[in-house]
């Protein structure tokens, strides 16, 4: 095209605009707009100055462009977390995959998945009417992974993987408010753990006879004086412990899609029926994640057992 359009921004939507972009300008100041931008508002962005001395000059809106890339570091502008490319630090999206580090979405109106690519319109409905866009306002943090995942989970559908379910299930399920969930898998973890407890005692009342080269071998040879019963515990424990871990897996994307259906949906009721500050609160307490919550459920599994052996 024939207009310059390097350190350029249209006047609607204020990202900046690229040799390839349908560029317009203003017939009275210049301004240049996209062309979809303009059509949009049926007039020049910048209309309101027009005829004062705020009105739009290309060479003074270039400079201040210019300006506006140099950060306090030094450096010219910031790195986007999704492509890995530097783009001027008052852009409101990244100029090269057009994601905005603010909003976590695209300037195109749409998610994409790392890098810009495999796009899913706001408006994909996600299951019961919720939409791409509603679920990605609950999940909030890694959103892309999670939407993607929930398309791809229906009622045929609901085995997938989830390293975070099958590492920390209860602290995985607290972390991202599945708070019925988190306990049923604390219960069966420190389950676990206490079933291995008399295995644990009985070895304690081994005689000590030293540094044993083979521990394995020194246990096998006093297995009578242990006892089979505390061997075959520890073993259930373990067994319900991988169990849990597998299923929160397996299954914990599934439970987690369930999940933010509903948070969803409870946040449209309370957008409907509730004042702004208490739909507000409503918000925070169905979206996001829970530090707090994650925290709880680390420490419960770290200390409860210890409690619990202390009065056996």
């Known amino acids: 095209m024939g207009f310059e359009v390097k350190n350029k921004k249209c006047a609607v939507c204020e990202a900046y605009l690229f040799e390839d972009d349908d560029v317009v300008c203003c017939p009275i100041c210049g301004a240049p707009h996209h062309r979809d931008c303009y059509n949009a508002v049926g007039h020049c962005g910048l209309e309101k100055y027009h005829g004062t001395d705020l009105q739009y000059k290309a060479e003074?809106?270039?400079?201040?462009?210019?300006?506006?890339?140099?950060?306090?570091?030094?450096?010219?502008?910031?790195?986007?977390?999704?492509?890995?490319?530097?783009?001027?630090?008052?852009?409101?999206?990244?100029?090269?995959?057009?994601?905005?580090?603010?909003?976590?979405?695209?300037?195109?109106?749409?998610?994409?998945?790392?890098?810009?690519?495999?796009?899913?319109?706001?408006?994909?409905?996600?299951?019961?009417?919720?939409?791409?866009?509603?679920?990605?306002?609950?999940?909030?943090?890694?959103?892309?992974?999670?939407?993607?995942?929930?398309?791809?989970?229906?009622?045929?559908?609901k085995r997938s993987w989830n390293w975070a379910g099958f590492l920390l299930p209860g602290s995985w399920f607290a972390y991202r408010k599945m708070y019925k969930e988190s306990v049923i898998a604390v219960i069966f973890q420190i389950m676990s753990t206490v079933l291995s407890f008399p295995l644990l005692f009985a070895l304690e009342q081994l005689p000590t006879v030293g540094n044993q080269a083979n521990m394995m071998a020194y246990y096998i040879e006093n297995l009578p004086a242990?006892?089979?019963?505390?061997?075959?515990?520890?073993?259930?424990?373990?067994?319900?412990?991988?169990?849990?871990?597998?299923?929160?897996?397996?299954?914990?994307?599934?439970?987690?899609?369930?999940?933010?259906?509903?948070?969803?949906?409870?946040?449209?009721?309370?957008?409907?029926?509730?004042?702004s500050d208490e739909a507000e609160a409503a918000k925070k307490k169905w979206s996001g994640v829970s530090f707090i919550g994650f925290m709880v459920a680390f420490f419960a599994l770290e200390f409860v057992p210890t409690i619990i052996m202390m009065f056996i």
């Open 226 to 275: 242990i006892g089979y019963l505390p061997l075959i515990l520890a073993a259930v424990g373990g067994v319900v412990n991988l169990l849990i871990r597998i299923i929160s897996a397996m299954y914990g994307d599934w439970f987690y899609k369930n999940r933010v259906i509903l948070a969803a949906k409870e946040i449209k009721k309370a957008d409907r029926e509730l004042d």
């Open 60 to 157: 003074e809106a270039e400079e201040t462009a210019k300006e506006k890339t140099e950060t306090s570091s030094g450096r010219k502008g910031r790195i986007c977390t999704q492509c890995g490319k530097e783009y001027p630090a008052d852009a409101r999206f990244c100029p090269y995959c057009g994601y905005s580090e603010m909003t976590g979405f695209f300037s195109d109106g749409n998610m994409r998945g790392f890098g810009g690519f495999n796009t899913v319109e706001d408006n994909t409905d996600i299951g019961e009417g919720v939409t791409a866009k509603e679920a990605a306002g609950v999940v909030l943090i890694n959103h892309f992974r999670y939407i993607y995942r929930f398309l791809s989970l229906n009622k045929n559908k």
